[in-house]
């Protein structure tokens, strides 16, 4: 069995001909070869909604035509999107019967049908299908969410695990809670409005944050992005995020302002997105919007 990688695919296809003689029988009518989908567990046969990544398994089984016994001379296999049909195998036939399956792997957003197509000797056709619609990860979202410097009650730290923000003494006081804390609110004389990782160099240094008594640092870290804040807001319940640069990661996102839209990797390798609401002209806080992987 060989897996196929959607949109690109690569096949290969191995077919045993059973040897039968064959019979004319003009008094009934030729309903043509026969094809069924295989169903039931670990494959997947009728419309479906499937996550990027996802594999699937598809496969058919094919025989001649119980009147003609016609020869089966060849299989397609399309898969058609946009409109576009593109033929990811066809293969040429000679026998009495035909089992195929292969495993699909989803790289691309969107909805296509797959389409399964049988011809016999006489040019009899028969055709199944079905539709898969891809999407991408399913997702949190967390509205309004309050950050505060070190003496405000509503916390500079963010879990987006809970959507929670953390305040100094919940965190430092309290080791269980810093394992879920991804970044953390402050505002610096030359960094300006900063969303940091807890092991960020500069947010170690105020003294006030109390990250010298964590024992666990979560590693979160961001990258700079064009997306907008109308993009941001038009995002669903999936959600395909931007690709994280690795060669160009920062353990803080400093500077910001208004509208701004961050991507950023937690420890646990789940992407998310902060958007900027508000920065308080009074006092050291900042509301922000953020979209983050389940």
């Not at 040897?19 to 094809?35: A, F, H, I, R, W």
């Not at 999407?135 to 509503?154: A, H, R």
């Not at 208004?258 to 900027?276: E, Y």
Request: glycine share 8%; hydrophobic share 35%; proline share 3%.
């Amino acid at each position: 069995m060989k897996k196929l990688n959607l949109l690109i695919a690569a096949l290969f296809i191995g077919t045993a001909a059973l040897v039968s003689s064959c019979t004319d029988n003009n008094s009934e009518t030729d309903p043509g070869p026969s094809l069924t989908l295989k169903g039931g567990t670990g494959y997947t046969s009728t419309d479906a909604t499937v996550q990027i990544g996802t594999t699937i398994k598809v496969g058919v089984v094919g025989g001649k035509s119980s009147v003609s016994g016609n020869k089966l001379t060849n299989f397609k296999f399309i898969y058609t999107a946009n409109n576009i049909p593109t033929t990811l195998l066809d293969s040429t036939l000679n026998a009495d019967s035909f089992n195929w399956e292969t495993d699909l792997d989803f790289t691309g957003v969107g909805t296509g049908r797959l389409s399964f197509e049988l011809t016999d000797k006489g040019g009899m056709k028969v055709e199944k299908s079905f539709n898969i619609t891809v999407q991408g990860p399913e997702v949190k979202k967390y509205s309004n969410i309050e950050l505060g410097s070190w003496n405000d009650p509503i916390g500079s730290f963010f879990s987006t695990s809970e959507g929670v923000a953390y305040n100094v003494t919940q965190t430092s006081t309290v080791p269980s809670n810093q394992s879920k804390i991804d970044f953390l609110f402050f505002k610096g004389v030359t960094n300006g409005n900063t969303l940091a990782s807890p092991d960020d160099i500069d947010a170690n240094t105020i003294s006030d944050l109390k990250l010298n008594l964590w024992t666990n640092k979560n590693q979160t870290r961001f990258n700079a992005t064009s997306i907008t804040a109308a993009h941001f807001d038009a995002v669903g319940s999936n959600y395909v995020f931007p690709n994280f640069d690795l060669n160009n990661q920062s353990t803080k996102a400093n500077n910001l302002a208004v509208g701004d839209v961050i991507l950023f990797k937690t420890q646990g390798n789940k992407l998310g997105l902060v958007k900027i609401v508000s920065l308080y002209t009074k006092g050291d806080k900042m509301k922000v919007d953020v979209i983050v992987e389940k």
